[in-house]
């Protein structure tokens, strides 16, 4: 992330434990790790946000859906930034009902609503059965 300065960096499918982020924490003094995980042999998502590019005075992770979906809120001074990280199931109805809740979390959440929202991930969508 420092030598090609990336400030802030979203994963998906990241395998790991909750206690796992403490350890990474406390390991790597130069990012600050966020996320959502229950499991080592499935789903999970991350944030990497760099401690010396761009660094945020103030961060706030919401789990929305555990290991599937969170938000990362960015505060710089008087701007604010939320980044949605989505790792879609495969399942089709699970799509279906993901889109939903990540449609009624939106509405729902003042900064997610009113503040600039950046949703990235992913979507595991074919647009053809070769895909």
């Known amino acids: ?11 998906q499918e990241t395998h790991t434990l909750n206690e796992d982020l403490e350890t990474l924490n406390k390991r790597f003094k130069y ?3 966020y996320g959502s995980s229950l499991s080592t042999t499935s789903s999970g998502i991350l944030f990497l946000v760099s ?3 761009g660094t945020p005075t ?3 992770f919401k789990n929305i859906i555990s290991r599937r979906i969170g938000s990362l ?6 701007q604010s930034l939320n980044i949605m990280n989505v790792y879609m199931p495969n399942d089709k109805n699970q799509q279906k009902e993901t889109l939903t809740k990540i ?7 003042k900064d997610l609503k009113d503040l600039e929202l950046v949703i ?3 979507w595991n969508f074919m647009e053809d059965q070769i895909d």
Do not use: P, Q, S
Not at 1 to 8: E, L, P, Q, S, V
Not at 73 to 78: A, E, H, R, S
Not at 103 to 109: C, G, P, Q, T, W
């Open 1 to 11: 992330m420092h030598t090609n300065r990336i400030a802030i960096l979203a994963l």
């Open 31 to 33: 990012v600050t790790f």
């Open 51 to 53: 401690n010396d590019i």
């Open 58 to 60: 103030n961060t706030e």
């Open 73 to 78: 809120k960015l505060n710089y001074g008087d």
């Open 103 to 109: 449609r009624r979390e939106i509405r729902k959440d």
């Open 120 to 122: 990235l991930g992913d």
